[in-house]
């Protein structure tokens, strides 16, 4: 399988690979920068690089069978790669790090708004938790300045592990009722912000270092989606 570099260091712009496997479907590398779609965050784009100068787009990044799928814009472009080829995989980086904020920015929304998520989106310019409350006692004004105030104190986020075990022990660790935690490979990855005290939560996907690398923030919308689903929307007020 592929070797996640982006599991352990969010910044990472690109990386030297051997090709495991080439078509169509997509290009199998023995370690990736590339993050590939789940849990609400897109999959990263960029470019794979050819030792003989060549680049070849990717245009998204998936899961698969074998390992982390990086799919060619030119599904044609996998013929020039051949198993154990050296190339050096690129991210589009700017679309990255607006994910990697974007996606902080809902850790912070989810610790700021009572009540368990049901569904959640990250994009490059905005973002979006449901959660699951009968009434919203909050105005869109409120939420953002308690957003923007966490994004000022500039809190460190990181990122450490824990046991199968250790989580089913401590259920209330899981805000998420859409999407579980991947357990089973025996080690769950947390997410904490300001050393827990703002939020903990299971998460899989990538993340800023400080909250003031975000930037400020507007709620964009407050929406009802169901007598007991309140969809909250955010965005880069840039």
């Not at 990086?70 to 991210?91: F, K, S």
């Not at 075990?165 to 259920?171: G, H, I, K, R, V």
């Not at 989606?225 to 909250?232: A, F, L, S, V, Y």
């Amino acid at each position: 399988m592929t070797e996640e570099l982006f599991r352990t260091d969010s910044y990472l712009k690109d990386c030297t690979a051997i090709v495991v496997s080439a078509g169509p479907e997509g290009i199998v590398l023995d370690r990736t920068v590339f993050y590939p779609m789940g849990g609400g965050q897109p999959g990263d784009s960029g470019e794979v690089r050819l030792a003989d100068g060549r680049t070849l787009r990717i245009s998204d990044t998936r899961k698969g069978e074998t390992g982390i799928l990086h799919i060619p814009e030119n599904p044609e472009d996998a013929a020039h790669l051949t198993p154990g080829d050296t190339v050096t995989a690129v991210l589009d980086w700017e679309r990255r790090h607006r994910h990697m904020r974007m996606h902080t920015a809902l850790h912070l929304m989810c610790a700021s708004v009572p009540g368990d998520v049901t569904g959640g989106q990250v994009a490059a310019d905005k973002g979006r938790l449901d959660f699951d409350l009968p009434d919203v006692s909050f105005t869109k004004e409120e939420l953002a300045d308690r957003l923007n105030a966490l994004i000022a104190a500039d809190h460190p986020v990181s990122a450490r592990w824990i046991t199968d075990a250790e989580l089913a022990a401590q259920p209330d660790l899981v805000r998420t009722l859409s999407v579980k935690p991947p357990m089973g490979a025996g080690t769950v990855r947390l997410i904490s912000v300001a050393g827990d005290t703002v939020d903990l939560q299971p998460c899989g996907g990538t993340h800023v270092a400080r909250t003031g690398e975000i930037g400020p923030l507007t709620v964009a919308k407050i929406e009802n989606k169901g007598k007991q689903n309140r969809r909250i929307t955010i965005a880069f007020a840039e």
